[in-house]
């Protein structure tokens, strides 16, 4: 996984929207749909709520985007 999809990925686990994602790695919000939409095929999920679970229970809580 890229380094922009495990930032994505770990905003959106705390909750984000891709919008505020963006907003919050300097992206526009169409940027912010790629990584998403990257990660949903590399995955096989359907959804960004899978991606939000599947970050939450494979990555140690620490501070920082991405971590």
Same mark, same amino acid.
């Given at each position: 996984?890229?380094?922009?999809? #495990?930032?994505?990925?770990?905003? *959106?686990?705390?909750?984000? /929207?891709?919008?505020?994602?963006?907003?919050?790695?300097?992206?526009?919000?169409? /940027?912010?749909?790629?990584?998403?939409?990257?990660?949903?095929?590399?995955? *096989?999920?359907?959804? #960004?709520?899978?991606?939000?679970?599947?970050?939450?229970? /494979?990555?140690?809580?620490?501070?920082?985007?991405?971590?």
């Amino acid at each position: 996984m890229s380094r922009r999809e #495990r930032e994505v990925a770990a905003l *959106g686990a705390k909750g984000m /929207t891709n919008r505020q994602a963006a907003s919050v790695l300097g992206l526009s919000p169409r /940027t912010a749909d790629a990584p998403v939409a990257s990660i949903l095929s590399k995955l *096989g999920f359907s959804c #960004r709520a899978q991606i939000a679970a599947w970050w939450a229970a /494979t990555r140690p809580s620490s501070p920082g985007v991405g971590n």
